[in-house]
């Protein structure tokens, strides 16, 4: 089984309320945020491992993300993968899912053999949800999208349950497949000692858009097909009027507050 | 080959249904269509309707504000499947050119948009909150990033159609109209390679009796709840305001209220009369989710709690000794 992870790094979510707008240019400023690995990037990651575990193979794990981001396959490396790969170069910037998904299933294609690709639902910064189909369309494979279990691999299918409103469905799908999950699929596994040891020794390798064979003009601002036109930061106060004392005071004034509101 | 934006005409709604129902949000989306064709003048408003015997639906479609019905309805469409009916949508798009596609992000359109966008090359944006037409005639599409701390304005300006996914309770559903208007049938030509995928068991679960975004009033607690036993004064406030339970994240991690109950930014929007908070902090991923409520009573032990800052109401004090008495106090009326 060659399963490969696709993970998204991204700005760490407890620093959030450091993000600031550049007054001049609306850029966003988040320098001085280290990106780490979302909840859904580990259970993707860990569903990867599981599977290896019980049928064999190697697990590749995968982004296309900045230099510094090796930090974060090294921490994949360390869960237990077999091996990293980041895609990296100045001409990715600015690349919007559809760009990205490109470039991710350029470097897929590259790779000898895959059977399953793992990532999470969606990722902790833009939170699209779209990589995944989207990678599956450019590989044409087919997808699942919110894997809430993978409940049977055999026969060159999967099974899986998969999260609806109000439900679920259970689909089997032909391999090699595309898998996204949510947070119910599993608990990731902590990065041992040992394992943080034996990363070092596994291989991570960058690849370039020269290595992938990309043109400037498929990917980074030019080769996306949407533009961010401006960024604002929302203004979501409320002039709050704000009731401290006694329980049955505060119970007075929030039951007249209410009649106002429902009549 | 370079689009010629010029050819592609008319605002599309992909109408969801499932086993025969057509889902809230089609209803909402074709609002958002009508408004956006009235600022593009007056564009055709388009639904895509497929499933297998619900023609019956359209006239519903052609009433809440479709002027034309493209209905693909054959057996291999009943249950949704990616690859089928991304085939079906794509091939209406290549042929018939439409300006704009909004799709429900609820599981189906979240999955089917992406799929599509690619397919037939052009840009997808997540979650709008709000479309509008600017004045160079393209689609602004204003969407969340960072769990809402961050908003961004997006513009697809060489690849048609423009397309956009809307959670449910965004819009709202215009008065039905008389109705006027057309139903085409599509062919549906599936290729053999799409049958990758097949459903084996659909299972539903008890639906609440009053979901979260029709309510007028949401009654929504946090991780400040504590325990299983206390979160029932957030169920008993809900029942005497005769309102809906909402949460944060950590009650569904816990499993005090289920999926479709979770308010935010991975959640629901909401936009009842009455909003109360119990036991929450305030994150911005559950404030983008509350913010159209029209009025917001906070209940919370810690006066530096975020949600002070979003609410019209503060009450700085521990639910448990607030919460019984509010629910006594509101029996008596």
Redesign the interface.
């Given at each position: 089984m060659n399963i490969v992870v696709c993970v998204k790094p991204a700005?760490d979510?407890k620093r959030?309320?450091t993000?600031q707008l550049d007054s001049i240019t609306k850029a966003?400023q988040r320098q001085g945020i280290p990106s780490v690995l979302g909840p859904l990037d580990k259970r993707a990651l860990e569903e990867g491992l599981c599977l290896k575990e019980k049928y064999g193979g190697k697990v590749a794990v995968m982004a296309m993300a900045p230099p510094s981001a090796k930090d974060n396959l090294m921490e994949a490396l360390a869960m237990g993968a077999d091996e990293g790969y980041l895609l990296s170069d100045p001409i990715f910037g600015g690349s919007?899912?559809?760009a990205t998904?490109l470039v991710l299933s350029r470097a897929i294609k590259k790779l000898e053999r895959y059977d399953l690709i793992f990532g999470g639902s969606?990722s902790l910064?833009?939170?699209?949800?779209?990589?995944?189909?989207?990678l599956?369309?450019?590989l044409a494979?087919?997808?699942?999208?919110?894997v809430a279990a993978v409940e049977n691999l055999e026969g060159g299918r999967v099974?899986t349950r998969?999260?609806?409103?109000?439900?679920?469905?259970?689909?089997?799908?032909?391999l090699p497949?595309l898998l996204t999950v949510t947070?119910e699929v599993n608990t990731p596994r902590f990065t041992s000692l040992l394992g943080v040891m034996e990363a070092e020794g596994k291989p991570l390798v960058t690849w370039t858009a020269v290595d992938l064979g990309i043109k400037a003009e498929e990917v980074g601002f030019k080769g996306?097909?949407?533009?961010?036109?401006?960024?604002?930061?929302?203004e979501?106060?409320?002039?709050?009027?704000?009731?401290?004392g006694e329980?049955?005071e505060?119970?007075?004034?929030?039951?007249q507050?209410?009649r106002?509101?429902?009549g | 080959m370079k689009t010629k934006l010029a050819d592609y005409k008319g605002i599309w709604v992909f109408a969801e249904q499932e086993e025969g129902c057509l889902a809230e949000i089609s209803l909402e989306l074709l609002s958002a269509a009508k408004a956006l064709a009235e600022k593009r003048n007056g564009a055709e408003v388009c639904a895509v309707l497929l499933g297998y015997k619900v023609e019956e639906l359209s006239n519903q479609l052609l009433a809440f504000g479709a002027d034309r019905v493209f209905l693909a309805d054959h057996a291999s469409l009943e249950k949704y499947l990616t690859l089928p009916y991304t085939r079906v949508v794509g091939q209406l798009i290549l042929e018939r050119k439409p300006e704009i596609l909004l799709l429900p992000a609820t599981s189906l359109g979240s999955d089917l948009a992406p799929r599509l966008a690619a397919r037939v090359k052009t840009g997808l944006s997540a979650h709008c909150t709000q479309l509008d037409i600017n004045e160079s005639g393209e689609l602004r599409q204003v969407v969340p990033a960072f769990g809402g701390k961050v908003m961004a304005t997006i513009l697809c300006q060489n690849h048609r159609p423009q397309m956009a996914t809307v959670r449910p309770g965004v819009f709202r559903r215009r008065k039905p109209q008389e109705i006027a208007g057309t139903i085409e049938n599509i062919p549906v030509e599936i290729k053999s390679e799409d049958f990758a995928q097949k459903v084996i068991e659909t299972h539903w679960e008890k639906r609440p009796v009053q979901s979260i975004e029709e309510a007028e009033v949401v009654v929504a607690g946090g991780a400040g709840i504590g325990n299983r036993q206390d979160w029932v004064w957030v169920e008993r406030l809900a029942e005497v305001l005769r309102g809906a339970v909402g949460g944060t994240r950590p009650p569904l991690d816990e499993g005090w209220i289920a999926e479709e109950q979770m308010i935010g930014q991975s959640g629901k929007t909401i936009r009842p009369k009455l909003y109360v908070g119990v036991g929450l902090s305030g994150v911005i991923q559950h404030i983008v989710g509350i913010q159209d409520a029209k009025v917001i009573i906070a209940i919370n032990h810690d006066p530096k709690a975020a949600i002070f800052q979003s609410a019209d109401l503060g009450a700085v004090a521990d639910f448990r000794k607030i919460v019984p008495l509010l629910v006594e106090a509101l029996k008596k009326k």
């Open positions: 700005p979510p959030w309320d993000i966003l919007d899912t559809w998904s969606y910064d833009g939170s699209t949800g779209h990589v995944g189909a989207q599956a369309e450019f494979i087919p997808n699942v999208s919110q099974r998969c999260h609806k409103e109000f439900g679920y469905r259970i689909l089997e799908t032909n497949a947070r996306s097909p949407t533009q961010t036109s401006d960024v604002f930061l929302p979501m106060k409320r002039r709050s009027e704000i009731i401290t329980p049955e505060i119970v007075k004034e929030i039951v507050k209410i106002q509101a429902i | -």
